[in-house]
């Protein structure tokens, strides 16, 4: 039976079989069939592919050319409305549950004003009826009262299965008073805007015993498979160590108690590691929401239980859990309850307040898992990625937590992992562990296949924690300020490495961005070689034995996160000079390096660069040494957000090119005044090597720190700017001149203005240029272009800081096509004094692609008429 469907107008043919009244060709179901299998191979073919087609398909002999173009132009038209009605419909459906969630959110924040009301009334009513000698009496009362009630609030609990039971029940209501009812008040966590495209509606908690954070979220897998990877710890929270299921007894409902031990790492040095003993209870309720809920198994008898373990401080976990309900058309809706009392009476005072920080425990812990169920969904959803390690996400998952894991377990130095601590050399600043079972650590087998062997026998780790805290101990760069130098922030950063010895503070993302982008400013390549090469070691083989040089340093991307937040990289560190007779040491060094942490406005976001060497066959079950640094915030305790602020449902639903930030949210980068950096480093070596190998550790890792005060100090805020919170250097004449000649210079060419000003006084001018909503950079003039200056966008837009910005290239953010765009439009840009570029795609220095709308390139003019520099302003850019 012929299709009844009408492909297309035909202008003559001689064909009464493939015709319809002399203006339509109908098409045989074979003819429909074969054609769609060629677009499966080509669906979009040239002519003389067509012609070939025709050919090689007799059946389709009796078809003009002209019309099989015409049928697969309305196939491809066909193929995008049905993707773009998927996507409609995927975006409503998100929107319905969005929805839900925002109702039910609104009726629980009704409920809260009810009871505070309530609670108002009471307390009035309270206060003017009581009297000065009632108040007295009613105190001794209460003080008695209180007695009695401490005495008698925590009775031994049973841990029979029956009591169990009862303790589980007694969980799971607590938890949904705390998930959907008012048994704690929630408050927007600072930085976060929720919305449809955002990871979640997340909060904290405000007056509450401990510390708890609420993330409610849409996910597009199924509730049990949500259970089963929010149930699995290790997988997604980052700071487990491991979970140990040691009972496991069904309830008559149907669902299941599970006892479990846990241990969280250390976050740094300075502090000692966690446990729990938990009961994790698993429900269906009527509605058919799963539950997950668990809490601490405290004072119990006739029962299991956990004795104190060594080197691990028991917190207690408050009942928390998961209530996971499905969504129509697929997917889940869940809410994230995080509630834990983490001892901070363990820890020294400064770093109390990671373990108050309801702040510090979302970010780590509720989006953590929020941000894993939506990675894991994103995979499932795009299984037909391109070929690469974009197959390969469970092994890149897999790499990035064994660096993570890595790294927390030589920061931790557990005995059970074969961990020593080795005797120092008086100065307590480095402390050296030895493991003499290098196989204990995550199976690790030290044999390379790179065409050498490793002799090596044990690993040593050189680990040390350090404060980077605001200091008034300026000694030199209020006298260079004050003679008014016009230094840049290279020469500044040069001076001050030079001998000014200041602690200063600066904001962990913005350090981090540094130690990742300018490796030769704190790293030694003779000890990296050594490292990446693990050959025997020898006296003329030890780092620091010869002195080489870097050649450069390559940033090779091979995934990130969803939403950026984590980067995987191989790092190659090309032309290392060593001796002609090291004919085993590769000239290239390669290391798998994970970074987190980049984004300056995520609050209370721990920074981290780990790096491990690796050989070029880069096989999944390679040795990792990790080594690398974290740098935590502390003053994130202290929390932002009004306990009179609700969450700002209704504003959060818009969606712009700045995503989730916003201009008026606290950041990192001004609500941060003090962070705490632990550095690892760890090393093969062979056992009668050790002394020497601990010598170099310690005096590598004592140099790495002070490299790091040293650019700290040059990074801070308050010597790049002389207003608080800006990175830009405001207060600095040549830049205020700069910002002049950029604005005349666009004028003069282009007869517009560029600003909107009342005024052209220096510093407004510079400070609406460092605001403008596209981005706008210089470069050099020099025969390889460099950038000299970017506002805040085009800061954002090439993913650097102004420090490390000299160091980009002109030609590296353009693709071959932008380059020679480029190439033919410069000399019309230096005799006609601009040019206008169509829009395209460029690289940031992270390596990712940003299009953009359209850019603008100007020569800018000194006031001596002569050319400066030359702007460039990309319109509307956005990461693709």
Not at 431 to 440: D, H, Y
């Amino acid at each position: 039976m012929a299709m009844s469907c009408k492909e297309g107008k035909l202008g003559h043919s001689n064909s009464s079989n493939s015709m319809d009244n002399g203006k339509y060709v109908r098409y045989t179901p074979e003819q429909v069939e074969a054609l769609e299998r060629l677009y499966h191979e080509c669906p979009k073919p040239s002519s003389l592919r067509r012609q070939q087609l025709i050919r090689e398909c007799p059946i389709l002999s009796n078809i003009e050319p002209k019309q099989i173009k015409v049928w697969f132009q309305n196939r491809r038209c066909r193929e995008k409305q049905r993707k773009e009605a998927s996507r409609l419909q995927a975006v409503n459906r998100k929107l319905t549950a969005m929805n839900k969630l925002l109702m039910e959110e609104n009726d629980r924040l009704q409920k809260q004003v009810s009871q505070l009301v309530y609670e108002n009334g009471y307390f009035r009513q309270h206060t003017q009826n009581s009297t000065l000698a009632t108040k007295d009496t009613s105190c001794e009362s209460v003080v008695t009262s209180g007695q009695h009630q401490l005495t008698s609030q925590h009775p031994p609990r049973d841990a029979s299965p029956a009591g169990l039971l009862s303790i589980a029940e007694e969980t799971l209501a607590e938890f949904l008073s705390k998930a959907t009812g008012t048994a704690v008040e929630w408050v927007q966590m600072p930085g976060m805007k929720p919305g449809p495209d955002s990871i979640g509606i997340v909060a904290i908690s405000h007056g509450c015993p401990g510390v708890a954070a609420r993330a409610c979220g849409l996910v597009g897998l199924e509730p049990t498979r949500v259970a089963e990877i929010l149930k699995d710890w290790p997988s997604w929270f980052r700071d487990c160590r491991a979970v140990d299921v040691l009972n496991v007894l069904p309830t008559a409902n149907g669902g299941t108690i599970e006892l479990l031990y846990m241990q969280l790492y250390a976050p740094t040095t300075l502090a000692p590691a966690r446990d729990f003993w938990l009961l994790r209870y698993t429900s269906v309720l009527e509605d058919g929401s799963l539950v997950v809920c668990q809490r601490s198994l405290k004072n119990t008898q006739n029962g299991p239980s956990m004795p104190p373990v060594q080197h691990f401080v028991r917190a207690e976990m408050l009942p928390s859990g998961y209530l996971i309900r499905p969504c129509e058309g697929g997917g889940s809706i869940i809410r994230i309850v995080d509630h834990m009392d983490l001892e901070p009476w363990s820890v020294p005072e400064v770093l109390r307040p990671l373990y108050e920080s309801s702040t510090m425990l979302a970010q780590k812990t509720t989006m953590a898992a929020l941000r894993q169920l939506r990675q894991i969904a994103q995979e499932v959803s795009q299984s037909n990625v391109s070929s690469g390690w974009g197959r390969r996400p469970a092994a890149l998952r897999a790499l990035s937590q064994r660096l993570s894991r890595g790294f927390n377990e030589a920061l931790n130095g557990f005995n059970d992992e074969g961990w020593s601590v080795m005797g120092n050399d008086g100065i307590d600043d480095v402390t050296i562990l030895v493991n003499s079972s290098p196989e204990k650590l995550m199976g690790l087998n030290l044999t390379f296949t790179n065409g050498f062997s490793a002799v090596s026998s044990a690993v040593l780790c050189a680990r040390a924690s350090m404060l980077l805290q605001v200091s008034a101990r300026i000694l030199w760069y209020p006298f260079f300020r004050n003679l008014k130098l016009q230094l840049s922030e290279r020469d500044l950063l040069k001076l001050l490495m030079l001998g000014i010895s200041v602690t200063q503070n600066v904001p962990p993302a913005v350090l981090l961005r540094f130690l990742r982008e300018h490796r030769s400013e704190w790293a030694d390549n003779s000890i990296d070689a050594y490292s990446a090469a693990a050959v025997k070691a020898g006296p003329c083989s030890l780092p620091g034995s010869r002195v080489g040089s870097f050649g450069g340093q390559v940033i090779l991307p091979l995934a990130n996160t969803i939403e950026h937040e984590e980067f995987l990289e191989v790092i190659k560190l090309e032309g290392i000079g060593h001796c002609p007779e090291d004919s085993m040491m590769p000239r290239d060094i390669f290391f798998l390096q994970l970074c987190s942490g980049v984004d300056e406005n995520a609050v209370g976001t721990c920074a981290e660069l780990i790096f491990a060497p690796i050989d070029a066959s880069f096989a999944d079950d390679a040795p990792l040494l990790p080594s690398g640094f974290r740098i935590i915030p502390l003053d994130s305790g202290k929390e932002a957000s009004s306990p009179n602020r609700t969450l700002d449902l209704a504003s959060s639903l818009e969606i712009g090119s700045a995503g989730n930030r916003t201009s008026n949210d606290l950041s990192a980068a001004s609500g941060c005044t003090r962070s705490v950096m632990t550095i690892a480093f760890e090393f093969a070596f062979e056992s009668h090597m050790q002394e020497h190998v601990a010598s170099m550790a310690r005096q590598y890792v004592r140099s790495i720190i002070s490299s790091v005060q040293r650019v700290a100090l040059a990074l801070s805020p308050s010597n790049l700017s002389s207003h608080a919170g800006l990175r830009t250097p405001l207060g600095t004449p040549e830049a205020q001149t700069l910002a002049r000649w950029i604005c005349h210079s666009y004028r003069c060419y282009l007869g517009v203005e560029l600003l909107k000003l009342n005024n052209e006084g220096g510093e407004s001018t510079l400070k609406s240029l460092w605001h403008h909503s596209d981005a706008i950079m210089c470069c050099s003039l020099k025969a390889l272009p460099v950038f000299t200056f970017a506002n805040q966008a085009g800061l954002d837009m090439l993913e650097t800081t102004l420090v490390a910005l000299q160091d980009i290239t002109l030609e590296k953010i353009f693709d071959d096509h932008g380059r020679k765009t480029l190439c033919s439009e410069f000399p019309q840009i230096m005799q006609q004094g601009f040019a206008c570029l169509q829009g395209g795609i460029c690289l940031s220095s992270m390596g990712r692609p940003v299009s953009y709308e359209r850019a603008v390139a100007w020569k800018v003019m000194n006031e001596e008429e002569n050319a400066h520099c030359i702007c460039f302003m990309f319109v509307n850019w956005s990461f693709v």
